[in-house]
């Protein structure tokens, strides 16, 4: 570890001198800035004009950035940013670059206005990285929990093609589309999960405090009189709910565990996945919202200019479900071997025809990530049918489920009653 010294601003604007531990200039910029300071000047001890710091000073700087690699807290510090913020930011920088201010000077406006701590830390840490002469891709990939591949493959080749700015707007375009998608399968999904859960907790009420009080009724009435089957086994679903709700937990707990821990094994996770994409509603939403990822990551990719083997393995790692993933790993191989994309693709049985036939339209044409692209606009739309359609389908369906849920009970419990108002009216008969 060096020694430098340092002249920096603190949040109040008044100059502070000192020196830091640092294992090189950046890593001590890095420090200062943690620790809530502006450098003006950081040069290693002995090379700089740094007059000796004050106690009260040193320890300062000592709480407030050394801690900071090594605290307690810190190990659980927040350390990625939502798609959302890092949307935005794409968009911002995008515009700023395309206006034409250099890349440093862009990304330090919008550190100082950058509201997300972590995001904000991340930037400074690219523009102290840029400033000491690295690519802006290889300050991105210092930051795997921030950037991911594709983001950052896509930068370097816009490095390399002397056109960030068109790339970091084709990134913001990927990013804004591909926010819009997941917003809509996670509404659509969360519809139906919803009343699901308002079922059960509603179910779980009535047996566990309405049934008992009727099950009391029904035996000083009835007096041992046999209770419509339909009663006996809402009554018995009561009982066991409430002597064995412990037990019930348990079970309950068991399934979510063993399904987590299924979803983790390459097995698990295949059988999962291929459920989801066969399931009748959701399967055919999973199937075109995985469709529209894939055609627009790995058009964009290979618009923007990444090698179409080197494209094809950043689509697999984000396609988002193993069985897609199987089939884009298959078209990898075939072109690694100079074959065409379109058997595999056919071969895996996740792709329609349609798109096979677009696919195989945009190769026999040399205008491949055009068609892809094509293929995303496509199924947007399509996913947005789909979702339009299953919510209008799941409406009625949930309905009739909670109805069906509720209805079923109180039909069970009005059965018996019916028995004793007839024994009352003949009793006051006679």
Known sequence: MARYEYIALDAR?????GVIEASNQNDAVGQLRQAGYFPTTVA?????????????????IAQAAAPRAKGGLSLFARKTISSKVLMIFTRQLATLIDAGLPLLRGLNVLAKQEKDLVLKNTINSLADAVQGGSTFSESMAQHPKVFTKLYINMVKAGELGGVLELVLNRLAEFQEKAQKIKNKVVSAMAYPMVVLFIAVLIMAFLLTFIVPKFEQIFKDMLGGQALPPLTQFVINAS????????????????????????ARTKGGRAAIDRFKLRVPVFGDLTRKSSISRFSRTLGTLVTSGVPILQALNITRDTAGNVIVAEAINKVHDAVKEGESIVAPLEASGVFPPMVISMVDVGEETGQLPEMLLK???????????????MTSMLEPIMIVLLALIVGTIVIALFMPLITIIQNLSGGTGG
């Open 239 to 262: 009982n066991l709910l409430k002597t064995n709700f412990l037990l019930v937990g348990a079970v309950i707990a068991v399934i979510v565990i063993g399904f987590n821990l299924m």
């Open 13 to 17: 604007g008044q100059e502070s001198r």
């Open 44 to 60: 290693e001890e002995g090379k700089g004009v740094a007059p000796k710091q004050s106690k009260q000073q040193k320890k300062a």
């Open 375 to 389: 293929i995303a606009e496509v199924y947007d739309d399509e996913v947005d049918n789909a979702v339009e359609a």
